[in-house]
């Protein structure tokens, strides 16, 4: 994904969701990390997105959204690598490749949304952004609905 189709996902986003925009595949573990700790990024790969950062219940993250550039490898290798990570810093616990937790732990977990490639998939161009946001809205929607922002659900779901 490029910073220009990133800059209309972001805004197509808002107002319902408060984006941090990761850019580089290669630091994106590192840049979740950070935000889901609730710091500011030193060197982020992007300046799109809010900027907003906390421990607070406000700005405690919901999700991590993967553009449709990600594959499932990277996002499961980024995935492992940020809970570990988190589960590392709490003090204990274990999880699996898809994020759900092995052992007990009080490292708040979320979902990690990404991109169904077996749906058909727009052309790439500006209606690529918009449909693409049309349907990681209808997956937050849902996980909303289903209760899954609440700290206790990890795991990957396709939108």
């Not at 700790?37 to 999700?63: F, I, M, Q």
């Not at 898809?98 to 007990?104: L, M, Q, S, V, Y």
């Not at 161009?125 to 209808?138: D, I, L």
Request: charged fraction near 25%; include cysteine.
């Amino acid at each position: 994904m490029t910073e220009q189709i990133g800059a209309g996902v972001v805004q197509s986003l808002k107002p319902e969701y408060d984006v941090h925009f990761i850019l580089d595949a290669e630091n994106a573990s590192r840049e979740i990390l950070s935000v889901l700790r609730g710091e500011a990024l030193p060197t982020p790969s992007s300046h799109l997105g809010s900027r907003l950062y906390g421990t607070g219940e406000a700005l405690r993250p919901r999700a991590v959204l993967f553009g449709g550039a990600y594959e499932d490898g990277v996002i499961e290798m980024v995935g492992e690598e940020v809970w570990r990570q988190l589960l590392q810093s709490s003090g204990g616990g274990s999880v699996d490749r898809a994020g759900r937790c092995c052992k007990p732990t009080t490292v708040t977990k979320i979902p990690l949304l990404k991109a169904n490639q077996t749906a058909t998939m727009p052309p790439l161009g500006p209606e690529y952004g918009k449909k693409m946001v049309q349907r990681a809205k209808a997956c937050l929607r849902r996980l909303e609905e289903e209760g899954k922002f609440d700290g206790t659900h990890g795991g990957v779901y396709l939108y």
